[in-house]
């Protein structure tokens, strides 16, 4: 079996990679309903939605806020 390595509290991962596309530390993370999506709030005041299977970032929301992202809610649709 192959050993993961120990990442910052500060970079959540997908499988073994640290989910580098926010500026500053993830605060949350939440799978979709159907496992097919994953999002992530930070600090850095956005939210990513990402696919998780190629640990890749699909949309970057941002918003005109000036608070850090604590906790993201999905429909359980998955439509919002």
């Known amino acids: 079996t192959k050993k993961m390595k120990r990442l910052d509290y500060k970079e959540p991962f997908i499988g073994s990679e640290p989910m580098k596309n926010h500026s500053g530390p993830i605060y949350v993370t939440k799978f979709s309903n159907d496992g097919l999506y994953l999002l992530s709030g930070s600090l850095d005041r956005t939210i990513t939605l990402w696919n ?22 999905i429909t359980p649709d998955n439509n919002r």
């Open 52 to 73: 998780p299977f190629k640990g890749l970032p699909i949309k970057t929301y941002s918003g005109i806020h000036n608070f850090e992202v604590l906790d993201v809610c």
